[in-house]
């Protein structure tokens, strides 16, 4: 079945250090690959998205690149602020045909500081 | 506001009760799906509905628990003889018919059963 290993957390790290937080997947066929944050006391928000190999999504800063020879997607900023501390959770969907529902990994804490 | 919405926010009840949770999805979404969150855990599916049709069911999903969505729009999860390991956050996504498949979530319902 599908499974999503993500990094360990928690991360500490210092206003505009650069993070990246480890993510793979097992899967058949290709799934398609997201990153949601969870803000304190708020439900999860999409924060990017790939559905095929090669594609790099993106959004506030955040990067993240379907590599299928390796089977990861890696969250990735280059300089963090105090204000992207959150829960960070890699997920994977089946491709079209398959199971529709998403696949989580354990979440990762990161916290911020000034 | 055009987002997930879920009621109630928090539950708390003890060992033995019935509870019931409401979902009321983006409009226009067709998808609904029900996940559950344990702390410092991933969401985990438990049952997903296209209109009015449940068409996957976890193994998560004991016969105590029971989920409809009449007419396509909002759903009920309902749990009965509730017992201190139902414990956890409720969460509710829906998604439209097409896409990359990202899921938008509410904010969840926090049971605790003592």
């Known amino acids: 079945g599908n499974s999503v290993t993500q990094m360990e957390g928690p991360v500490t790290l210092s206003e505009e250090a650069f993070l990246t937080i480890n993510c793979t997947y097992t899967?058949?066929?290709?799934?398609?690959l997201f990153w949601y944050v969870q803000y304190p006391g708020e439900g999860l928000q999409l924060l990017l998205k790939?559905?095929?190999?090669?594609d790099k999504g993106s959004n506030k800063g955040f990067e993240a690149t379907y590599r299928k020879e390796t089977t990861s997607f890696h969250l990735e900023k280059g300089s963090v602020q105090v204000s992207d501390s959150a829960v960070y959770f890699c997920?994977?969907?089946?491709?079209?045909?398959?199971?529709?529902?998403?696949?989580f990994g354990s979440g990762t804490q990161l916290t911020v500081l000034p | 506001d055009t987002g997930v919405s879920q009621d109630p926010r928090h539950k708390i009840t003890k060992r033995g009760q019935n509870v019931t949770f409401r979902c009321d999805p983006i409009?226009?979404?067709?998808?609904l799906y029900w996940y559950r969150q344990t702390l410092g855990q991933g969401p985990e599916f438990l049952t997903y509905f296209q209109n009015e049709a449940q068409l996957e069911k976890s193994r998560l999903l004991s016969d105590r628990f029971s989920a409809e969505r009449p007419k396509g729009s909002f759903s009920t999860l309902e749990i009965q003889r509730t017992e201190q390991g139902d414990s956890a956050m409720y969460l509710c996504a829906s998604s439209p018919g097409q896409g990359a498949g990202e899921q938008f979530f509410g904010p969840g319902t926090r049971l605790t059963v003592l």
């Open positions: 409009s226009e979404h067709n998808r």
């Open positions: 790939a559905t095929k190999a090669d």
């Open positions: 997920a994977l969907r089946g491709p079209s045909g398959s199971a529709r529902q998403l696949t």
């Open positions: 899967a058949t066929g290709y799934p398609s």
